[in-house]
């Protein structure tokens, strides 16, 4: 029952900054929210994650200083600013979800969005 929709993604100059924002629908009580990438011929990769509550947050090392996952449970959303791009995070960016943090940590995925595109020229 649950979907995700991604938005946000674009087109944007190298040190530039970009806000992605996901909407979920259905029930998603309980449920740790993230962010996943994956740039063409690569494996998917985690971005960020936050449990429920949003007291734990983790981050892939690339996206430490430069990223941040929130969520507004009363919305039903979850976001990812970032802000220093690199032309190595070019990759369509997923939302996701899961029961635990761990879980969706381990790629243990229940729920996908379709992606948004985020782009970053040099």
């Known amino acids: 029952q649950v979907q995700l929709v991604e938005s946000g993604g674009g087109l944007v100059q190298a040190g530039g900054s970009l806000r992605l924002s996901c909407a979920a629908s259905g029930v998603t009580f309980g449920y740790a929210m993230g962010w996943f990438r994956q740039a063409p011929g690569k494996e998917r990769e985690l971005v960020a994650a936050i449990s429920w509550s949003g007291r734990t947050t983790n981050y892939a090392d690339f996206g430490k200083g430069r990223f941040t996952i929130s969520r507004d449970n009363g919305k039903n959303t979850v976001s990812l600013q970032m802000s220093s791009l690199k032309p190595e995070d070019t990759a369509v960016y997923y939302c996701?979800?899961?029961?635990?943090?761990?879980?969706?940590?381990?790629?243990?995925?229940?729920?996908w969005g379709q992606g948004t595109l985020v782009t970053v020229s040099s």
């Open positions: 996701a979800a899961d029961r635990s943090l761990p879980a969706l940590m381990r790629g243990s995925l229940e729920v």
